[in-house]
């Protein structure tokens, strides 16, 4: 599947969406590939009016859906991260295997180290 | 009054004594311990790294602060911020509070952010007013209405500025904060030679959108590699800045106010700085802004913002203060 520009990504993580039945999605990519737009489609799947914006700063944003399942979206950049105990040290484990919550961690790449010992 | 600011919502330690009434202000201290040097290495924050530096600073920071005055209160920043950084002033500020007795309040980053020109001009302005917020991790657009409540009208819909910014600057291998590093370049570059997108320009509503741009960047350089890094580094200064003062100036209109305000680190860049000097003054605004030394993140101005603020002090704030990485501002 290549998305060529921001509205096909935001269809496409829609459709994702509605077959995956995972609860922690990682997105993996460069500068500028639509990762947080992915995510914004995500959340729009979900019924979230906010704004998703990039989370780089704060590194974690969550958010109330409107969906059945979900209630809330976790919204991480591992952007600024080196390992998965960096994950635990902003506070994400207390989202982690939770059925109502659903994680999108971009830059998930950066944060592998040590990701199944400390988190699964 | 006498008033102990503390701030530890991202990368710096800082702590601030000022002396503060309706008709004065007065800045005893601002000290301010930086991490930048520790996180240019990584390219960014690293939150581990910045909670754990915080721990070492908070308490000298604080103690050369004050020395062995008393202040009659402490502003902490509550949020938002890193959870991380931010818990290491709140807790300090409690500990205080509680030891001590001295009333504590917690404030709004970004309200600090915005009054932060008052430190050096405080001069009462005229509402309705607005307030831009440019930094590594906000764009936002207030109105300050007539009774001083706040109303967000505008916000990026993807990156921040300073976080562009800092993105371009690493694509374009230029370190760490990026801001600056970009400017430098600038100065020697054209503006008008490259065409960059002005994401949302001409949109009808008061939201930003800076991804694209940054994009935009990163097929420039692969496409054309020999792209003058200075002329590239102006128009994309430029296409930010632009966007920027039209969405602000377009609010103006819309909302009538009376006074434009900027706050924030991404303030300090000068060519917004005069651009905005220049349209405003066109254009019959009070144009506010902060003296550069407080541009970034201080405690000065989370100092004024507790006064500002005061009536919500009280002995046993210690009590239920939490940090709210994503605090909104009402």
Request: charged content about 25%; aromatic content about 8%; overall charge positive.
């Amino acid at each position: 599947m290549i998305s060529n520009n921001p509205e096909e990504t935001i269809e496409y993580a829609k459709e994702y969406f509605n077959i995956s039945k995972s609860k922690i999605l990682g997105l993996v990519g460069n500068l500028g590939t639509g990762k947080t737009v992915f995510t914004q489609g995500i959340a729009q799947a979900l019924g979230i009016n906010e704004i998703v914006n990039s989370p780089t700063f704060v590194l974690m944003k969550i958010y109330k859906t409107k969906h059945q399942i979900f209630k809330q979206l976790v919204h991480v950049d591992a952007y600024r991260l080196t390992s998965a105990q960096e994950l635990i040290d902003i506070g994400l484990e207390e989202y982690f295997n939770r059925p109502d919550t659903l994680i999108v961690i971009e830059w998930a790449d950066k944060v592998k180290k040590n990701y199944h010992q400390k988190l699964s | 009054m006498l008033i102990l600011g503390i701030e530890t919502s991202c990368d710096e330690t800082a702590a601030s004594l000022i002396e503060v009434d309706d008709k004065k202000i007065k800045i005893i201290n601002n000290l301010v311990l930086s991490q930048i040097d520790i996180h240019k290495k990584y390219g960014g924050i690293v939150p581990e790294v910045a909670a754990r530096k915080h721990v070492e600073a908070i308490i000298p920071v604080i103690a050369g602060s004050i020395g062995n005055t008393k202040p009659d209160l402490i502003s902490v920043t509550q949020g938002p911020g890193l959870i991380t950084s931010l818990q290491v002033g709140l807790q300090t500020a409690k500990t205080l509070s509680y030891a001590r007795h001295i009333p504590l309040i917690g404030i709004n980053h970004l309200e600090a952010h915005l009054w932060s020109f008052k430190l050096t001009n405080y001069v009462k302005i005229k509402l309705p007013a607005l307030g831009l917020i440019v930094s590594g991790g906000h764009t936002e657009l207030l109105l300050i209405k007539k009774n001083s409540k706040y109303e967000l009208i505008g916000r990026t819909r993807d990156d921040a500025v300073g976080e562009a910014f800092d993105k371009v600057a690493k694509l374009l291998n230029l370190g760490y904060p990026g801001g600056p590093k970009i400017s430098k370049q600038a100065l020697k570059g054209k503006p008008d030679k490259i065409e960059l997108p002005k994401p949302m320009i001409d949109s009808p509503d008061l939201d930003f959108s800076f991804s694209g741009l940054k994009t935009a960047v990163k097929y420039l350089i692969k496409e054309q590699p020999k792209t003058n890094i200075n002329d590239l580094c102006a128009s994309f200064e430029k296409a930010i800045t632009d966007v920027l003062i039209t969405k602000t100036l377009k609010a103006a209109i819309k909302y009538k106010t009376k006074s434009i305000i900027i706050g924030g680190g991404v303030s300090a860049n000068n060519r917004l700085r005069e651009e905005f000097k220049t349209k405003t003054s066109k254009s019959k605004y009070d144009f506010y802004y902060p003296a550069l030394e407080h541009t970034g993140d201080n405690a000065a101005m989370v100092a004024y913002t507790g006064y500002l603020n005061k009536k919500t002090a009280s002995l046993k704030m210690y009590t239920k203060l939490t940090a709210l990485p994503n605090m909104k501002l009402v």
